[in-house]
């Protein structure tokens, strides 16, 4: 249960990573269309938001898509562990003296 909550939170977080980039991106653009600033300040900007948008972007659907393997192994091994039933027996040992 908390391996599919921690799977969800990285994948939540995927999706801000990807929504901030859209957002970096969106904003140079209309900046750049409009022409808001001035022309070197939108270089400036440009220098700042595309690594910034991109990244979000990519990492985001990293995060999303791209789930460890490991982590997915670890979640089925959880997930037998809690259906199995156990058993626990005292087993006494021969005194020796």
Not at 11 to 40: D, H, N, P, W
Request: a positive charge.
């Amino acid at each position: 249960m908390q391996r599919q909550k921690d799977l969800s939170r990285i994948r939540k977080r995927g999706a801000v990573f990807v929504i901030m980039g859209i957002c970096s991106l969106a904003f140079l653009t209309i900046s750049t269309y409009f022409q808001l600033f001035r022309e070197l300040t939108i270089e400036i900007l440009s220098i700042i938001f595309m690594p910034l948008g991109w990244f979000g972007i990519w990492e985001g659907f990293s995060k999303i898509v791209d789930t460890s393997p490991m982590f997915i192994q670890e979640e089925m091994l959880f997930n037998k562990l809690s259906k199995a039933s156990y058993q626990f027996k005292h087993i006494e040992q021969d005194k020796v003296l």
